[in-house]
């Protein structure tokens, strides 16, 4: 053999070796998650130092949670329930524990959940007693024949189900009271409420390339009539499709079902082929156009997380397989 052969072969027998190496590093699948802790009047004025550094610190930590699930290669679905069961744990936000009071001073619940693949879906609308409404939402889709369960029955079926059960005082928070208290001596209505927003989502796609979104709430302070909103409504704050895109909104829900916009988003991704971006900016500027306001998470079926709002800010965070990992709370920041 030649030199140039045997420099060659001896090249060639390096090159194998070193890619049975165990430690040599592989690349991987492509992951990408997108979280909301609802949009509204979040401006800088408004903020204290302590308060965004606490709710930049609460976002950073549910986004770490839904990573992590994804970086070791589990599924889109358990991302988004480990994100948002966090979220509901957390009093700050609008969803579980510190959801806000209905006019009547109780805690009334919605949450859905939906998978791209199958485009299997679950919700609940006005519960009160489960602890984790997006567990609730999940074992609809998963163990029941139906999409959408509300009031008594869904909470019989949660008990039913094993999920965990708590008592009203579990939701109720001071602050959430003295916001109902405020809204009732100034003789406002529920759309006049300064923080009138405060839901959490989340949607991701895992390294199958499966996508999936998920969204709860306790709705506006001081609903009346058992209204529900556009959280637990499918196609409306809720929406996946492996062929597009997922999507979880926050904003004046009202709109939001009127507009159909999660749905609407993913939508004009399949059909327009539009981007993420250009398909959600143009679905919250139609709910604009209509007088409403809010904001959606969109992360799409080629991995891209986007957010897009008409609002002054919203409590956001993404993070992908290629390094992104941020969170955000006013709109300028994504400029
Ligand atoms: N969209 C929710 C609702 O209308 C409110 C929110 O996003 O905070 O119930």
Known sequence: MSFVWKAIACFAALAASSTLHAEEPVPTAKWSIAIHGG?????RER???????????ALQAALDAGSAVL???GSSADAVTAVITQLEDDPKFNAG???????????????????GETRAAGAVAGVGTVRHPILLARAVMEHSPHVFLSGKGAEQFAAEQGLEIVGPEWFATEERK??????????????DVEFKFGTVGAVALDQHGHLAAGTSTGGMTGKRWSRIGDSPVIGAGTWADDRACAVSGTGWGEYFIR?????????RMLLAGEDAQTAADAVIGDVATMGGDGGVIVVSKDG???FSMNTPGMYRGRATSSGTNEVAIFADEDE
């Open 47 to 57: 903020m204290t130092p302590e308060k965004e550094a606490a709710y930049r610190a």
């Open 97 to 115: 524990r510190g959801a806000v009071f209905t006019w009547d001073g109780t805690n009334e619940m919605d949450a859905s959940i939906m998978l």
């Open 39 to 43: 949009a509204g009047t979040l401006t």
């Open 71 to 73: 970086k070791r290669g």
């Open 178 to 191: 003295r916001q109902l208290e405020q809204m009732k001596a100034k003789n406002l209505s529920a759309l």
């Open 259 to 267: 507009v159909g916009v999660a749905h609407a988003i993913c939508d």
């Open 304 to 306: 891209d997380a986007v």
